[in-house]
């Protein structure tokens, strides 16, 4: 097991593949982690070098924004809109859809949580 940015990579799989169980890194910025370091990503995570590792580790925490540092802005951007009372922030509120679902027969399990 390897821990990059508090998450957790497995040695058996490929470099790519591992990289996007990482929270805010999908297959896209996997790639591009890749060919920026000069590693292949068909490699495994266990074939990798202490050298190449830290690297990665020092990219990601540079250039990319990643899991709860990520997660905390959401949330931040959500209490956000609450603070401010638009009509985002009551739907949070509410636990409601907010993109203009329809709520009349659909959004049944957002609904069940508010008439308990």
């Known amino acids: 097991m390897l821990y ?12 790519r593949i591992a990289l996007t169980k990482m929270y805010g890194i999908g297959p ?15 490699i495994k995570i266990k074939e990798l070098t202490k050298y190449q590792i830290d690297q990665m580790e020092q990219m990601i925490g540079q250039d990319h924004v ?3 540092e990520l997660k905390r ?5 959500i ?22 679902q329809r709520t009349h027969t659909n959004a049944r399990t957002c609904r069940k949580q508010i008439r308990k």
């Not at 940015?5 to 470099?15: E, I």
């Not at 370091?37 to 068909?42: F, M, P, R, V």
């Not at 802005?73 to 951007?77: L, N």
Request: charged share 25%; net charge positive; hydrophobic share 35%.
């Open 79 to 100: 209490e956000r809109f609450i603070s401010i009372s638009c009509y985002r922030g009551i739907r949070h509120q509410d636990g409601l859809p907010l993109r203009g």
């Open 73 to 77: 802005g959401e949330r931040a951007d």
């Open 4 to 15: 990059i940015s508090g998450a957790r990579l497995v040695a058996d799989k490929q470099v």
């Open 28 to 42: 896209k910025k996997a790639i591009q982690v890749c060919y920026r370091l000069g590693i292949s990503g068909n």
């Open 66 to 68: 990643v899991h709860w």
